[in-house]
């Protein structure tokens, strides 16, 4: 089974909720899904290098996206043009988001 797959066609409050209720703790099972995942706001982008047992991977790892509604405001954002400096970027999930609303 792969969760990914099922979450990824829920809206996404649902597959947050339904990602900390059920998978979070079993990350460790779903290894391959943090090999390469796509962004679900930025599909033409992945990300490579998640972390096992991390949230912010695990929610991007099983969803697609991290703090969605924050993710489409700066995809919006980004849009507009501008620059984006991202003080402090765990894994630069915010930057991939920025760089593909500038494509």
């Given at each position: 089974?792969?969760p990914?797959?099922l979450?990824?066609?829920?809206?996404?409050?649902?597959?947050?909720?339904i990602f900390y209720?059920?998978?979070?703790g079993?990350?460790k099972?779903?290894?391959?899904l943090f090999?390469?995942?796509?962004?679900?706001?930025?599909?033409?982008m992945?990300?490579?290098?998640?972390v096992?047992g991390?949230?912010?991977?695990?929610q991007?790892?099983f969803?697609?996206f991290?703090?969605?509604?924050?993710s489409?405001?700066?995809l919006e954002l980004?849009?507009?043009?501008?620059?984006?400096?991202?003080?402090g970027a765990?894994?630069?999930?915010?930057?991939l988001l920025w760089?593909?609303?500038?494509s």
């Open positions: 089974m792969n990914s797959r979450l990824r066609t829920l809206p996404a409050p649902w597959s947050e909720r209720r059920l998978f979070n079993q990350q099972r779903f290894g391959e090999e390469r995942s796509a962004l679900r706001l930025a599909p033409s992945s990300m490579t290098g998640l096992v991390d949230v912010i991977s695990g991007i790892a969803n697609g991290y703090e969605y509604e924050l489409k405001r700066i980004s849009k507009q043009g501008g620059l984006l400096v991202d003080v765990n894994i630069g999930y915010f930057t760089l593909s609303g500038q």
